[in-house]
């Protein structure tokens, strides 16, 4: 564009220009540097000096160092702890400042021309003085976006302001406010945010806010005000109303109300009874909350027309029920807080807000939990604390995959289902302490995320070995104030264990086999508060607390020697030493293994016993009696030791070991170098021993050993001394120094060589007449029982059974039961008894037309081993089934067999049932569909007898008959 095309527009730039250039060059003439300041700090910033005026004990010294100020660019200054309260009109006159900031300092009085001059201050606050009212020197600053007068003294707003026509934002939070008038802020029309809270309002004038047509945020929070009429209408850019903490009961204004731009409503601490519903202008609320407003009805439509609300806080109130319609069908609500209400069910209310993401209905009434959250799939918060729910179901949770973090504590949950947690593939933490809680039920396996479980404070007695099975990354476990005695195995899935508390239970012992092979990442292990024993089942968590592992302070419950004493303070030597019921003249031990249980280890070696102790120490796993004096056993070792594992006897003078006298538990025996003659083949048929040995002693090698010749040829892994098993010289036999196991029959038992060859010709003899008998009998089985049976042999000798008479026939059962329930007989029941090889008759499959029913019935019945009746309500209606029966019965009657087999369906009413099936029922036992083993049963009852399917004459008259 040229000058000479619009000459007047050329003017106006160059006049522009030219302004721009000269405050150009006043700005260049501002000093920028700082001056040598005593009581205050000055920096340069890049859009300033920055001065702070801090502990300043005089107005002198602060007058003297505003002085050197003059005509210096201050970005902001600021006094803070600054003895002064009143500030003069001389100290700002040349100095430019943008931002001032007076804080906690005792000002109390402005003089009036003491901002005259001051154009470029944009930032007032004054924090912590001690204003009494509003200061009328304000009024001169002519560009003040921003004033802030907090935490002062200031009672009333009058038309102090109306002067300030450029503010954006005003604070007078935290003062004593009671009174506003009307006109306050008339001429504010360009404010934006107004704050107020922490005054003592009561009333809010009805045109106060009229005219601040650009207000975007209102602070009222913890006033006193009781009503806002209308005092809010005509606000078309009000987008945030913070009213908490008053006494207003009329909210339904704001509901009602033409703020169309309102996003966030908070009101919590106020006095309402109702919720009524929103719209039709201000819908397009986001944040929404109502705690602790005595609310006690929701509106069926309360939120309907609030489509983008994503925050709604109801908590602390009186609510009992929220229909599902009080939402927006396409509702985009996120949060959702509802604790500490009366609502007793879940059903339906979050049947529209498939996007929530937290819910939280704590502290409630609710009783059950079963599909109140199916439509919640992408729900990741449940907060369900402290309601009244008894119980979870399986697959409550199933839909609710995305879930991270489920809290379900302080609720009165007694039963867990197995798959009550299925579906929680994402979940992160589980909390379901401060129930009565007996078991876990293996609910909580199969939580590929889970990381922190707490069920602490329940009624949980054992911890199984697959409670954690396939949780990867648990990490942290509270399990404290339960009634655990065994964790056995508990841990071993578990290899991310960083941090577990197992206090204040009933634990005597924690196995090392209860926790997963590598320990690396266990850093708290806290069970104090447990009855434990210490013994050297507790050794590895001595060597885990010298290594950092923190443990409390846990003390020492027994054995009798350590009670009291804190576990810390053990030895190993303390641990592994156990003198409790151990005899005098043996040493007793503790020792580890993968066993749960304790193991004690008694020695009593080369103690010069003649007789074993009278008294063992409980738990008792070894015995050495090697090197002593012992003749015979009596039954002690049966009587107090009787969980014995190892025991070992070399050494001594035994000659004989009944098994009587040797515990059932033992495994391992060592009866090397006693006096025993006679190998122990009834000991070694008594126990389940995995290993003995028997080397060392004076074996006759008798005949009668033989048979433990061949024991231990095919037990030769027990034996495992086995070559050195010697013949004694006291034999006196050609055997006597002779390798054992080298021995045959031959050599052992020489005279019942000799006996075998002579009767072996006559049992020869014997087995060829008994076999030529067997091939007769066979080939003319059928001809010699007629033949008995013509004599009236066969009633005493029981020569003809029910197969017998069954030979020829053709179906194993036949099923009677009416056409009404053909679906439920060919989908339930016919399929299994078939897929154990049994061939049915049925009316249907095995009938042809043309005959009589009479007939087919008489026919079906007799040409099957069995009459299986299925007695429902439909079976008691029909004439025709209830004549299968009669026909059935007559034939079990004429062939003294019992052929019926009666399955009872429905409960059937004894006045519906005919009488003679009545009393057929009550003398013979029959069968309920669903009962504990019922198809065992069933099957049992049953005879097995290979047939084909045959087709059998009837008619259709018999199919019409039976619907």
């Not at 809270?197 to 650009?214: A, I, S, V």
């Not at 006690?296 to 309360?302: E, K, R, T």
């Not at 690396?520 to 292990?525: A, E, T, V």
């Not at 048979?707 to 030769?716: I, M």
Request: glycine content about 4%.
């Amino acid at each position: 564009m040229s000058c000479s095309g619009t000459r007047a527009l050329c003017i106006v730039l160059s006049v522009v220009s030219l302004s721009c250039i000269c405050e150009s060059k006043n700005w260049r003439r501002v000093n920028t540097t700082c001056p040598r300041l005593e009581q205050c700090d000055c920096r340069i910033l890049q859009a300033g000096a920055t001065v702070l005026c801090q502990r300043v004990k005089s107005d002198v010294d602060l007058s003297g160092e505003l002085a050197k100020l003059q005509g210096t660019m201050i970005r902001r200054l600021t006094f803070s702890n600054v003895q002064v309260d009143t500030l003069p009109s001389s100290w700002f006159r040349n100095i430019t400042v943008v931002v001032l900031m007076i804080n906690y300092s005792p000002v109390r009085l402005i003089e009036d021309q003491a901002f005259f001059g001051v154009k470029r201050l944009k930032i007032i606050e004054f924090v912590k003085t001690r204003f009494a009212t509003v200061p009328r020197a304000l009024s001169a600053l002519q560009q003040l976006r921003d004033l802030r007068i907090q935490e002062n003294f200031v009672t009333t707003i009058g038309n102090e302001l109306q002067s300030l026509r450029t503010l954006v934002t005003l604070s007078f939070s935290e003062n004593q406010i009671n009174f506003i008038k009307e006109s306050a802020f008339a001429t504010l029309k360009n404010l934006r945010k107004l704050r107020l809270q922490n005054n003592r309002l009561e009333y809010l004038p009805p045109l106060l806010f009229k005219d601040l047509t650009k207000l975007e945020v209102v602070d009222l929070h913890d006033n006193r005000i009781k009503t806002v009429h209308d005092a809010f209408q005509g606000l078309p850019f009000l987008k945030e109303i913070y009213l908490y903490g008053n006494a207003i009961t009329d909210i339904d204004k704001l509901a009602k109300g033409d703020l169309k731009s309102l996003k966030i409503l908070t009101a919590d601490n106020n006095f309402m009874n109702s919720i009524l519903d929103f719209g039709p202008i201000n819908i397009k609320i986001e944040t929404l909350r109502l705690r602790n407003c005595g609310i006690s009805y929701i509106h069926p439509f309360a939120f309907r027309a609030l489509e983008k609300l994503t925050y709604l806080d109801v908590a602390n109130n009186k609510i009992s029920h929220i229909n599902g319609s009080a939402f927006h069908r396409a509702s985009g609500l996120l949060y959702f807080s509802g604790g500490t209400n009366n609502i007793i069910s879940l059903a339906g209310t979050f049947s529209r807000t498939r996007k929530l993401l937290s819910l939280n209905v704590s502290y409630n009434v609710i009783d059950d939990v079963t599909d109140a959250f199916t439509q919640l799939v992408v729900l990741r918060k449940l907060m369900l604390r402290n309601n009244r729910i008894k119980y979870i179901r399986d697959g409550t949770f199933r839909n609710n995959g995305n879930l991270k973090y489920l809290d379900l504590a302080e609720n009165r949950i007694e039963w867990l289902g197995k798959r009550a947690f299925s579906g929680l593939v994402n979940l992160d933490l589980l909390s379901i302490s401060d129930n009565f809680l007996l078991h876990l039920n293996g609910s909580v396996s199969h939580m590929p995320q889970l990381r922190i479980l707490n069920f602490s404070h329940n009624a949980i007695q054992t911890l199984y070995g697959n409670d954690f099975y396939n949780d990867p990354e648990l990490t942290f476990i509270y399990a404290y104030g339960n009634n655990l005695s065994t964790i056995e195995g508990a841990f071993q899935t578990s290899p991310k264990l960083r941090s577990l508390h197992i206090q204040k239970n009933n634990l005597k012992t924690l196995p090392r086999t209860s926790f997963p092979a590598s320990l690396q990442r266990l850093r708290i292990l806290v069970f104090d508060g447990n009855p434990i024993t210490c013994d050297c089942r507790m050794s590895w968590l001595l060597r885990m607390a010298q290594h950092g592992v923190q443990q409390g302070s846990p003390v020492c419950e027994g054995p009798p020697p350590l009670r009291g004493r804190l576990f810390h303070n053990m030895t190993k030597e303390d641990l592994t030493r156990w003198p409790t019921d151990c005899f005098e003249s043996c040493a007793c031990y503790c020792y580890e293994d993968d066993s749960p249980e304790q193991n004690i280890y008694v020695n009593c070696s080369n103690a010069h016993l003649m007789r074993i102790p009278k008294y063992f120490p409980k738990g008792t796993r070894i015995a050495d009696f090697s090197g002593n004096q012992l003749e015979r056993l009596d039954d002690t070792l049966v009587k107090k030791a009787p969980s014995i594992e190892s025991l070992i006897l070399r050494n001594n003078t035994l000659s004989i070991v009944e098994p009587a006298v040797v515990p059932d538990s033992v495994r391992h025996l060592n009866l090397r170098n006693n006096k025993l003659t006679r190998l122990p083949l009834d000991l070694v048929e008594k126990l389940n021993l995995t290993s003995i040995l028997l080397a060392g002693n004076p074996w006759h090698c008798k005949c009668e050993d033989y048979a433990f010749r061949q024991w231990a040829e095919a037990n030769s892994y027990m034996v495992q001394d086995a070559d050195e098993i010697m013949c004694s010289l006291q034999s006196h036999t050609p055997e006597a120094m002779k390798p054992f196991m080298k021995l045959g029959q031959k050599e052992l038992c020489p005279s019942a060589t000799s006996a075998l060859l002579l009767y072996g010709a006559h049992v020869l003899v014997f087995l060829a007449c008994a076999l030529t008998a067997s091939t007769a009998y066979l080939k003319y089985k059928r001809e010699i029982k007629v033949w008995l049976y013509a004599r009236g042999l066969c009633s005493r000798l029981q020569c003809i059974k029910e197969d017998d008479l069954d030979d020829d026939k053709l179906f194993d059962v036949f099923l009677s039961f009416s056409s009404k329930d053909s679906n439920w007989a060919y989908n339930e029941l016919i399929p299994k008894i078939e897929s154990h090889g049994f061939s049915i008759c049925t009316y249907d499959r095995n009938f042809k037309g043309g005959y009589l029913v009479q007939d087919i019935i008489h026919e079906a019945v007799t040409s099957s081993r069995r009459i299986l009746l299925l007695l429902t309500e439909n079976f008691v209606e029909s004439e025709w089934c209830r004549w299968e029966f009669r026909v059935a019965h007559h034939r079990a009657l004429e062939d003294n067999t019992n052929r019926l087999i009666v399955v009872l369906v429905d409960e059937v009413t004894s006045d519906a049932v005919d009488e003679e099936l009545r009393r057929y029922m009550q003398v013979t036992n029959f069968l309920r569909w669903g009962e504990s083993h019922f198809w065992d049963k069933l099957l049992y009852s049953l005879p097995k007898k290979d047939s084909q399917r045959r087709l059998i004459p009837s008619s259709q008259e018999y199919a019409s008959s039976h619907l």
